[in-house]
């Protein structure tokens, strides 16, 4: 799709010109290159296994719910064409992807920051600074790193275009652009459902358009691009409806109940990961009552007055026109942060870990747009601004690392699992009584074992796998003490932070009479003999044997 901008360019030559969308592009898979050989992680395997099964349905999870995300399966359904059971090709496309997205990242913070009283080089820098912070921010390994993260880099990568589209139909008044716009923002729709958020943001821009115009007549087009906006939603949950059996689906009707005391809770946890990789574990007990902390409070106050120090500092610096326009910019990127963080918000996310981080994607655009338009309002002398624009690359980069590093221990825990089961059984019919289900927040087979069984390999048949218990490990090696008594076994976890998400109590042979979150005592009772059992320790699957 070609879009013109005033001066009738179009992205596509600004882009060829500067050589801009494959810097991003390799940038990307540079970034995210340690992680291009992991192995598949838990839903990878329930979702590409249903694809290399030859089931190509748009809709799963209907008992908890049901998901209806097209795109993101048609993606699954070119990869595995590509690459069948290879995961390397799965990674370069999620790399792809997020590195269009900062490509998009910097065309957007482009057009939204012309004519706000910087010179072309300024906003040129802005937008790459932009586009930089989005590629390198730590928060979004579980959309990158995670084959199954997918959805919302796709959901993205259309909104985005959406958003660039509708600036386009703002400038040049086509209608052709506004078409593009609805389209778009479908499509964005069928690769994921938080997507739904995107109208709330266009008539955010609607109305600051309008307002910095300060023309009344113009809220009758908004009115009417607003009736547009509602009659996609409207179609799409229609077709949701026709494909699901229910409107809302995915995690339930319960995750839009909006208690303010949520809300207060989870908001600046939001916050904090949209800007800053996870926070070290050590200051878990700080946060949990942090102003009986004295070190938070030393923080906070210091916080305050570097923040008051950069107000007086710009108060200083810029003119009142210029400051005025600057907030009024700031406080649509604000209401874009926040509409774009309401279909997920009430879902959770952890300040210690990558859990949950995918939900910040999307918001984090508009706090990395933020970022860089505040960088150089305060720091307008070039070669200061480059220093800064190089710390902060260096931080995010370490950050990502890091993150990437938790990932790469958790592929390699999959493998490990995988390889043992595949190796070690001799059955087509397999017990498992404890196996990782996520590693320090990473998924590892919290479900997708029996698909991986199935269909990630073929030295042998496997026809049924059970799962007693699932375990959220802080390492690999976590230490677990399995003792076995006759028919009757016991599994404590003896490491901090181990503990068992997940028992199913309702297994044929499985007496389950004592479980908590670090024991689990169970009786095997008249198993059948052509089935092979399996226990977890020492980072490695271990068969049960009569001698065990």
């Known amino acids: 799709m070609v879009v013109m901008n005033r001066s009738g360019m179009t992205i596509g030559n600004i882009g060829n010109r500067l050589g801009i969308p494959g810097l991003f592009v390799l940038l990307a898979i540079a970034a995210y290159s340690t992680i ?19 089931d ?15 795109l993101f399966i048609v993606s699954y359904i070119i990869d595995s064409t590509i690459w069948g059971t290879a995961p390397v090709g799965y990674h370069l496309t999620n790399a792809l992807l997020h590195g269009l997205n900062s490509y998009l990242v910097f ?38 790193s995670w084959i199954s993260g997918r959805a919302d880099l796709l959901a993205t990568l259309f909104a985005l275009t959406a958003l660039v589209t509708f600036d386009s139909y703002k400038q040049a008044g086509r209608l052709r652009y506004l078409a593009y716009t609805l389209v778009l923002f479908v499509l964005a729709l069928m690769a994921k459902e938080s997507a739904v958020c995107l109208p709330l943001i266009i008539l955010a821009l609607e109305i600051s358009f309008v307002m910095k115009r300060s023309k009344t007549g113009d809220l009758v087009g908004t009115a009417k691009l607003g009736a547009l906006l509602g009659a996609s939603v409207s179609l799409y949950l229609l077709v949701r409806y026709v494909y699901l059996g229910t409107f809302v689906g995915g995690y339930g009707a319960s995750h839009l109940n909006f208690k303010l005391s949520l809300l207060w809770e989870r908001l600046p946890k939001f916050a904090v990961r949209a800007v800053s990789p996870p926070l070290p574990d050590q200051l878990s007990s700080v946060l949990i009552k942090p102003f009986k902390s004295g070190a938070f409070i030393l923080f906070a106050a210091v916080t305050i007055l570097v923040v008051s120090a950069l107000i007086i500092h710009r108060r200083r610096l810029l003119s009142l026109t210029v400051r005025k326009e600057q907030n009024a910019f700031l406080i649509v990127l604000l209401a874009s942060f926040l509409f774009s963080l309401l279909p997920v918000l009430t879902l959770g996310i952890s300040v210690f870990d990558t859990l949950g981080e995918r939900f910040v994607y999307l918001p984090s655009v508009f706090s990395s747009i933020a970022i860089a338009y505040i960088s150089v309002a305060l720091v307008p002398n070039s070669k200061r601004w480059f220093v800064l624009v190089l710390c902060v690359s260096i931080f995010y980069s370490v950050g990502l690392y890091r993150s990437n590093q938790n990932w790469i221990r958790a592929a390699a825990l999959s493998q490990s699992v995988f390889h043992d089961l595949t190796s070690l059984s001799t059955h087509d019919d397999i017990l498992i009584l404890d196996v990782p289900g996520s590693l320090r927040g990473v998924p590892v087979y919290r479900n997708g074992l029996e698909e991986a069984l199935r269909s990630f390999q073929n030295n042998k048949r496997i026809g049924r796998v059970q799962v007693v218990a699932h375990l959220d490990l802080p390492a690999a090696l976590a230490e677990i003490d399995v003792v076995r008594n006759s028919e009757n076994v016991e599994i404590r976890l003896l490491s901090e932070k181990s503990e068992f998400s997940q028992v199913n109590d309702r297994l044929p042979c499985v007496e389950v009479a004592e479980k908590s979150k670090t024991l689990l005592r169970m009786k095997l009772n008249n198993c059948p003999t052509g089935q092979d059992r399996f226990f977890f320790q020492h980072g490695r699957m271990m068969p049960v044997s009569n001698g065990q």
Do not use: K
């Open 36 to 54: 291009l050989t992991s192995f598949f992680l838990s839903d990878d395997f329930a979702q590409i296994g249903r694809v290399l099964e030859g």
């Open 56 to 70: 190509f349905s748009v809709t799963w999870g209907l008992e908890h719910g049901g998901f209806f995300r097209p």
């Open 107 to 144: 065309i957007l913070t482009r057009r939204w920051t012309r004519n706000r009283s910087l010179e072309p080089s300024t906003t040129l820098r802005v937008s790459l600074f932009a586009g930089l912070i989005f590629l390198l921010l730590p928060s979004h390994t579980e959309a990158v």
